[in-house]
């Protein structure tokens, strides 16, 4: 009898330049590269990982952060389980376009209870280059309930733990989420069927069995 994984999709966003593609291919390699090509669109990527005992696959999307494939961007989001948010420490522009970019139009197209990341990459540049303080960028994810990390895609330094950690936040909010259907029985049943078909075209976006 085989065992049918629980799977969550993430999305990786941010900035074009701030290491997406880096982080991603770490996850899936366990090396950094510096001749990737920037993203054209979204590349995708699967990695299984143990949470509390399970086995859980992340069917990740690294979307593209140039201008021009913004439009398509919520393509991959949407339905995702959590949400990566990059900057690179070393560039004060990518970490203020989460605040009046990315964060506002993830609000405005996906559930308000969605799992988060911020991510503050290219920590190997961290004593020569960081002009995003810790503390800033920490309070501004705590204002968001997401989970701070300062990473670094070229020595492998808090990568794994992007994941790791956000399978763990994903699970816990589907169980708080069932827990709170379980104690309020009386949401109409239709919603229940319009929900469920709306995740089935969501998931029909992606490759994974998410």
């Known amino acids: ?8 999709k993430i999305c990786l966003l941010g ?14 390699h366990d090396e950094f590269d510096e001749k990737l090509d ?29 201008e021009r494939f913004r439009a398509l961007t919520p393509l991959y989001y949407r339905g995702a389980d959590g949400i990566v948010l990059v900057y690179d420490i070393t560039d004060e522009t990518s970490f203020q376009s989460l605040r009046t970019e990315w964060i506002p139009t993830i609000r405005m ?37 997401a989970i701070f990390l300062e ?3 070229k020595t492998g330094e808090n990568v794994e733990r992007i994941i790791a950690q ?12 069932n827990e709170d259907v379980i ?6 049943k239709n919603s229940d069927n319009q929900e469920t078909s709306g ?4 998931r029909s976006h992606s490759k994974c069995t998410c």
């Open 183 to 188: 104690h309020n029985p009386t949401r109409p």
């Open 109 to 145: 197209r996906t559930d308000t209870n969605m799992a988060l990341v911020v991510v503050g990459n290219k920590l190997d540049l961290e004593e020569t280059g960081r002009v995003v303080p810790s503390d800033e960028a920490r309070g501004y994810a705590d204002l968001l309930n």
């Open 15 to 28: 900035n074009t330049g701030v290491g997406k593609s880096c982080i991603a291919h770490w996850l899936k």
């Open 199 to 202: 995740q089935n075209r969501r």
């Open 38 to 66: 920037n993203t054209i669109g979204a590349a995708y990527l699967e990695k299984e990982l143990s949470v509390n005992g399970e086995t859980v696959k992340m069917c990740i999307w690294d979307t593209a952060g140039a």
């Open 166 to 177: 956000l399978a763990t936040k994903i699970r816990e909010t589907k169980q708080a989420s």
């Open 1 to 8: 009898m085989s065992i049918k994984r629980e799977g969550y």
């Open 151 to 153: 990473t670094s895609a």
